[in-house]
């Protein structure tokens, strides 16, 4: 193997507090006869960077959800004839997307998961909003998400990702206005809704484990579109747990579609947030692009069930 043609691991050290980093020496100790090049990150786009630099090599993202974020828009802004390959060990504060996307928790099984011959597609979002265009792979929101990631990233590390969003979703549901939204599914009518938020999914899991949506699959050409209506501040709060089991549809004022584009404008600008990165604001355009991506298949029956995704580090 060439030196062109090792894998690329790119790692945020400060991801997860240092749990990224600490996780990563890990598995490089596990991985001393698989040749990989290592690059860590200092700022905010570095990950980007690497990998759009990355040929077509097999790019590695270690961190957070916002790590992979960064690295799934530096290799689609790359020219090239074959969907670029790629693969995610998350430690990060939310770390959603290993919900969705299978790949080892045990540092010992990584030298494994590097050389597995084996791929699957994967599908990726593009959102064009009041700052421009980037790509996402995970979950994107207009309405209270953009409050709660700002909230979260404020909050302290000791608590950890599932804690960080739960705090921060709680005080937003207690000061976020519901919008009045103009809605529209691919081809389909223009709906008017007052709203709470609207959740474009190609990922099922945001917020450090809240399931917004059931049936999305990262490979389906889909976007599983949820939207949570005129729901009151106390009715947000105490219907909070049923985010996290995944069963808020039994709420009437929660509606699901599928979509391969999904257009939401407002009344007011109200801010939108992807993969847990803040977004601008509306009016907004998702789109989804099939295939974008080959990940690792260290799952071969397909998205994980709910049972292993839920399994902690």
């Known amino acids: ?11 945020n050290p400060v991801a997860g507090s240092g749990r990224a980093r600490g996780f990563w020496r890990q ?12 690059v860590e990150t200092r700022r905010r786009g570095d990950a ?3 990998a ?56 010992e099984d990584v030298a494994a998961w590097l050389t597995t011959d084996r791929w699957r597609p994967l599908d990726a979002g593009r959102l064009s909003t009041s ?10 929101d207009a309405g209270i998400g953009a409050a709660v990631v700002r909230r979260a990233a ?8 599932t804690g960080s969003f739960l705090g921060a979703a709680v ?30 999914a190609n990922g099922a899991y945001l917020g450090g484990g809240m399931w917004i949506a059931p049936k999305a699959n990262v490979s389906d050409g889909l976007f599983e579109v949820v939207t949570i209506g005129d729901v009151s501040r106390w009715l947000g709060i105490r219907s909070l747990p049923m985010l996290y089991r995944g069963t808020h549809g039994r709420l009437a004022q929660v509606e699901f579609g599928r979509a391969r584009r999904v257009e939401i404008d407002s009344d007011e600008p109200i801010g939108v947030e992807a993969d847990g990165e803040l977004a601008g604001n509306t009016p907004a355009v998702f789109e989804i692009v ?24």
């Open 290 to 313: 099939p295939a974008a991506l080959q990940v690792i298949d260290w799952n071969p029956s397909g998205i994980l069930t709910r049972d292993r995704a839920h399994l902690s580090d």
């Open 131 to 140: 700052t421009g265009r980037r790509y996402f792979i995970n979950v994107a």
């Open 154 to 161: 404020r909050g302290p590390a000791w608590v950890g990702g």
């Open 171 to 200: 005080v937003s549901l207690l000061k976020h206005r519901n919008a009045s939204v103009q809605l529209r599914l691919d081809d389909g009518p223009v709906l008017r809704r007052r709203v709470r938020t609207i959740a474009v």
């Open 1 to 11: 193997m060439t030196p062109g043609d090792r894998p690329l691991v790119i790692v």
């Open 48 to 50: 980007a960077e690497y």
């Open 52 to 107: 759009a630099a990355a040929g077509d090599r097999l790019v590695i993202a270690i961190g957070g959800d916002g790590t992979a974020h960064e690295v799934v828009n530096g290799l689609l802004r790359r020219p090239g004839a074959h969907p670029p390959r790629v693969g995610f060990l998350q430690r990060g504060t939310g770390a959603d997307l290993r919900r969705s996307i299978a790949s080892p928790r045990r540092a």
């Open 27 to 38: 598995c490089a100790a596990a991985c001393f006869r698989v040749p990989f090049e290592v």
